[in-house]
């Protein structure tokens, strides 16, 4: 139980495009869902935090114009990175909540954005 | 804010030895605190949690970690390192909003 899917694993696009990624609760009904970026080598750093039905709330340092997320369903969040960039390249892993399992995040398997 | 640091970017072992991963964290508030592993190119799996019953906490894998509130660490360990347990490990810890905060990770290699 508590699976989460990512869609795609892997995208490659060119600079100015914009990307959708999106995060899916497969048997549970995610309270709120949290979108993380993690550059080669280094550890996971929270980009945002959204909850369902309403907007999301985003870390100090992180465009919210670039990065747009949408919450619209209690197993559906989506993350859209805008007029991409070579710099936003990065992996990008989703997790979620809910509220019979306290504090614990299930992650989803990540989604390896490249941008030429 | 919670944070977490981890001890040693690397962590090399060989097969059949212990695997010690360190992991302090700074908290004015009761922690929950989390143990994941990243296997290349996948999101991360919990191997154990803390979450202020036991101190000495039971993961997957044979893992285990001690809470220890008056060091503020949650170590983890494991008696026997099996090649399959070469991978990224994170500390993490929870606030009371939820958020989780990681510690920079630790490599693990083990040698045949």
């Known amino acids: 139980g508590a699976v989460v899917s990512q869609h795609p694993s892997r995208v490659i696009c060119k600079s100015g495009t914009s990307v959708k990624i999106e995060c899916r609760s497969l048997?549970?009904?995610?309270?709120?869902m949290f979108w993380y970026r993690q550059f080669p080598k280094q550890s996971l750093m929270l980009m945002a935090t959204?909850?369902?039905?309403?907007?999301?709330?985003?870390e100090q340092g992180v465009e919210k114009d670039k990065f747009l997320i949408n919450h619209a369903s209690l197993t559906l969040s989506t993350l859209t990175v805008t007029s991409a960039h070579p710099e936003d390249s990065s992996f990008y892993i989703c997790s979620a909540r809910w509220g019979g399992r306290g504090y614990e995040q299930f992650f989803g398997p990540g989604t390896r954005l490249t941008v030429l | 804010a919670q944070s977490v640091t981890q001890l040693g970017s690397h962590v090399s072992v060989s097969e059949g030895a212990l695997v010690l991963l360190r992991c302090n964290y700074s908290?004015?508030?009761?922690?929950?605190l989390f143990w994941y592993v990243q296997y290349p190119n996948q999101g991360l799996q919990l191997l154990l949690k803390y979450t202020s019953a036991a101190t000495l906490v039971k993961g997957i894998n044979g893992f285990e970690a001690e809470f220890k509130k008056s060091e503020t660490s949650f170590h983890l360990t494991k008696p026997s390192a099996h090649m399959s347990d070469a991978a990224e490990y994170f500390c993490?810890?929870?606030?009371?909003?939820?958020?989780?905060?990681f510690g920079a990770g630790t490599t693990v290699t083990v040698r045949a």
């Open positions: 048997d549970f009904q995610a309270t709120t």
């Open positions: 959204s909850n369902e039905g309403s907007k999301a709330t985003y």
């Open positions: 908290s004015s508030v009761p922690p929950y």
């Open positions: 993490a810890v929870s606030d009371y909003d939820y958020k989780l905060s």
